[in-house]
């Protein structure tokens, strides 16, 4: 849903860095948003907080938007459940320094960073974040709950499934029309990490070129 279409209020669940910096493009792409940071325990609260205050998620009103702010998928997939059964609304927040003109798709509650750039006929689900600088080609899908932390480049005819994880700088080289490179569900791509192989779902791979470490 577009932020228009849902009342000012942003809630922002989760207070760490990447939180803040959510904050921040909140600030670049919904300027006019009031931006609270939410947490779902007390004890999340950060002992050296500098920002306004943080109230506990129960208390955020109904009907508010969100977006949950954290980078590791299955958190991410227990934020937004909660949210949404407090009756919060899910937005997607895609920064304006973004290139995304194709025909492109992008899902609900998705967080795309300052950088991102979406060629065309890319199938992006729902929850996903799209961290600084990622590249993403031609014909890609992406699931559900995927995460791209800074710099990384995923090739054209790549497909990446439900919550896998791939870090910082990591690249993903092309699959072919009749058969995409496959990122398994829940699948984790070293820092750095140069993928030529299909991963298995659960899998951790890492380095260049990318084997299996567990
Ligand atoms: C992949 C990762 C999650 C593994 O962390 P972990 O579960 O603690 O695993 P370990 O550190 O025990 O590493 C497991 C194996 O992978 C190797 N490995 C881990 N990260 C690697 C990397 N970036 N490049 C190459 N090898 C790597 C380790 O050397 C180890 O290999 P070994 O079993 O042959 O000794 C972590 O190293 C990583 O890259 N995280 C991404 C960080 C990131 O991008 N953050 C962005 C924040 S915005």
Redesign the pocket.
């Known amino acids: 849903m577009p932020f228009e279409d849902v009342v000012n209020q942003l809630v922002v669940l989760g207070v760490g860095g990447?939180g803040r910096e959510v904050a921040w493009l909140a600030g670049a792409a919904v300027p006019d948003a009031e931006v609270v940071f939410a947490i779902t325990d007390p004890r999340y609260s950060p002992p050296d907080w500098r920002g306004p205050d943080i109230v506990l998620l129960e208390d955020v009103m109904a009907g508010a938007s969100f977006v949950v702010a954290m980078?590791d998928p299955t958190d991410r997939r227990v934020g937004t459940a909660a949210c949404i059964s407090l009756g919060l609304l899910p937005v997607t927040l895609i920064h304006p320094r973004i290139d995304l003109e194709g025909h492109n798709e992008i899902g609900t509650g998705s967080v795309l960073c300052a950088g991102v750039i979406i060629t065309t006929d890319i199938k992006i689900g729902e929850y996903v974040h799209l961290?600084l600088g990622t590249t993403i080609g031609h014909d890609a899908v992406l699931g559900d709950f995927v995460t791209t932390?800074?710099g990384v480049h995923v090739s054209g005819n790549v497909r990446i499934e439900d919550g896998a994880?791939i870090?910082?700088?990591a690249v993903i080289i092309n699959g072919s029309g009749n058969e995409p490179l496959v990122v398994g569900a829940g699948a984790?791509?070293?820092?750095?990490?140069c993928v030529t192989q299909p991963v298995e779902p659960g899998a951790?791979v890492?380095?260049v070129p990318a084997v299996r470490?567990?």
């Open positions: 990447f980078g961290n932390a800074p994880y870090g910082t700088g984790v791509v070293a820092a750095g990490s951790l890492a380095g470490k567990r």
